[in-house]
Antibody
Framework: EVQLVESGGGLVQPGRSLRLSCTTS????????MHWVRQAPGKGLEWVAS????????EYSDSVKGRFTISRDNANNSLYLQMNSLRPEDTALYYC???????????????WGQGTLVTVSS | EIVLTQSPGTLSLSPGERATLSCRAS???????LAWYQHKPGQAPRLLIY???SRATGIPDRFSGSGSGTDFTLTISRLEPEDFAVYYC?????????FGQGTRLEIK
């Protein structure tokens, strides 16, 4: 069974940093693109960032470009999101999700983890 | 950026009825690379449909997707109590990946 478990969320002040992790099991991690998607309170889903199998291709939404960095550790089947210069509007439940295929960033998301909550507030 | 507009915003129906949800794109979605998700409170979103009309593994056949170009539809043929949730469409034909704003399917 494919499992994705996010961690690292919490309450952080504006301007500070936070690193999210997603540990995975049940599939060959380095065969797949991986994604981060978020949902702000009361809002819809928003794609954040994606990374291909060998980290040679990464993409970000305009809202996080230059502040967030997606990375992966294929040896440990883990995905990360380094979030710097956090803003109140980054407050959201952050999901990691498995993509389809390994090379092309553009894919659907399946499955998703349960999410980790990030709250940016002073 | 492709903007996806879902309609209606809220759909009120009874179990056993047919639900038709629409997703319209601001420009043509490459290769009909459009997916649909079901999202219930406190749960992870679940992939229902990919490539506009292919059901994901384990999805009941009462869920079907159709469409191409800029107009896509998710149909639930006979609503079960567990189908009441929020539904999102998502395009993956081009970056940035984008979602519609969601349709809330509620019990009438």
């Amino acid at each position: 069974e494919v499992q994705l478990v996010e961690s690292g969320g919490g309450l952080v002040q504006p301007g500070r940093s936070l690193r999210l992790s997603c540990t995975t099991s049940g599939f060959t991690f380095d065969d797949y693109v991986m994604h981060w998607v978020r949902q702000a309170p009361g809002k819809g889903l928003e794609w954040v960032a994606s990374i291909n199998w060998n980290s040679g291709g990464v993409e970000y939404s305009d809202s996080v470009k230059g502040r967030f960095t997606i990375s992966r550790d294929n040896a440990n089947n883990s995905l990360y999101l380094q979030m710097n210069s956090l803003r109140p509007e980054d407050t959201a439940l952050y999901y990691c999700a498995k993509g389809w295929g390994g090379l092309v960033i553009t894919s659907w998301f399946d499955p998703w983890g349960q999410g980790t909550l990030v709250t940016v507030s002073s | 950026e492709i903007v996806l507009t879902q309609s209606p915003g809220t759909l009120s129906l009874s179990p056993g009825e047919r639900a038709t949800l629409s997703c319209r794109a601001s420009q043509s979605v490459i290769s009909s690379y459009l997916a649909w998700y079901q999202h219930k409170p406190g749960q992870a979103p679940r992939l229902l449909i990919y490539s506009a009309s292919s059901r994901a593994t384990g999805i009941p056949d009462r869920f079907s997707g159709s469409g191409s170009g800029t107009d896509f539809t998710l149909t639930i043929s006979r609503l079960e109590p567990e189908d009441f949730a929020v539904y999102y469409c998502q395009q993956y034909g081009s970056s940035p990946l984008t979602f519609g704003q969601g349709t809330r399917l509620e019990i009438k």
